[in-house]
């Protein structure tokens, strides 16, 4: 696999990781689930789950493992938001996006589809990561908001403190009750946030056994907050219908999606 980073733009950073371009000639890896999003443009051919061809531009937002069908010559470029981040660059609920494949164009309407028109025009990825960023900057000028309850605050918290806070805890320093907290959480989120949590741990545990390249993952998992090897290995099944020496093999170590922090 050969992957390309670029950074953001000042104003997009808090709320975008990084763009990337993608470039394989085999099939991607197993994604398994996650707390972010990322916006796809295919450069190509687009990508197909279960038979079905998706669109040459489309969001990924995975609280479940997913396959993509075999393909060669995938290549395309990524745009990868923080966990929460998407909700400031539309109005389309959470809960309506998660685990699903909406279009550019099913998102942002006629201004999508202004820019797919001009950005397969352009001859560089470069000049057309740097259009996506400023379609993005204007996006966000429109849609940001501020909620009364900080949930961007909320959000990075329980990303950050996953393995110690308690969400009782962080529904009473946002004023609300845990069966607000719960309710709300679903709705700017698309997943409840206990679900959330486990997703994160399950996530920074897959994520350091791969970029450190140990082969011996339980020591990490009991850094994360399971309490023993049978608790990772039902959580893992139960999130990948997969066992944990089933998915930690050598071509999951050479071929996955986990990248380090951009300097």
């Known amino acids: 696999m050969s992957v390309k980073h670029y950074k953001p733009s000042k104003y997009l950073s808090p709320y975008i990781d990084r763009y990337f371009v993608c ?18 443009f295919h450069i190509g051919t687009p990508l197909s789950i279960d038979n079905k061809k998706l669109d040459i531009a489309h969001v990924i937002c995975p609280r479940e493992k997913l396959i993509f069908d075999s393909a060669n010559n995938v290549n395309y470029i990524s745009v990868r938001f923080h ?9 389309i609920p959470h809960t309506q996006i998660v685990n699903q494949y909406l279009s550019v164009e099913e998102i942002w309407q006629n201004e999508g589809k202004e820019l797919l028109d ?59 009750s845990y069966r ?68 930690f093999v050598t071509k999951n170590f050479e071929n996955h999606f986990y990248y380090k922090p951009l300097s």
Not at 136 to 164: A, G, P
Not at 189 to 203: N, Y
């Open 23 to 40: 470039s394989q000639t085999k099939s991607l890896p197993l994604i398994l689930p996650g707390t972010g999003l990322e916006v796809l």
């Open 83 to 91: 966990s929460g981040g998407f909700r400031h660059f539309t109005s």
């Open 118 to 176: 001009i950005l397969f025009s352009l001859p560089s990825v470069e000049e057309k990561i740097k259009l996506i960023d400023f379609f993005l900057c204007n996006q966000l000028k429109k849609h940001h908001f501020s909620d009364i309850v900080n949930w961007d605050l909320v959000i990075k918290t329980l990303y950050k403190n996953f393995n110690s806070i308690s969400l009782h805890k962080l529904a009473h320093q946002s004023n609300l």
């Open 180 to 247: 607000q907290f719960e309710r709300i959480f679903k709705q700017k989120f698309g997943v409840s946030p206990k679900k959330f949590q486990r997703i994160t741990r399950l996530q920074k545990t897959v994520k350091q056994v791969l970029l450190t390249s140990n082969k011996h993952y339980l020591s990490t998992a009991l850094d994360n907050g399971y309490y023993d090897q049978s608790h990772f290995i039902r959580e893992f099944q139960s999130f990948t219908n997969l066992k944990p020496s089933e998915y």
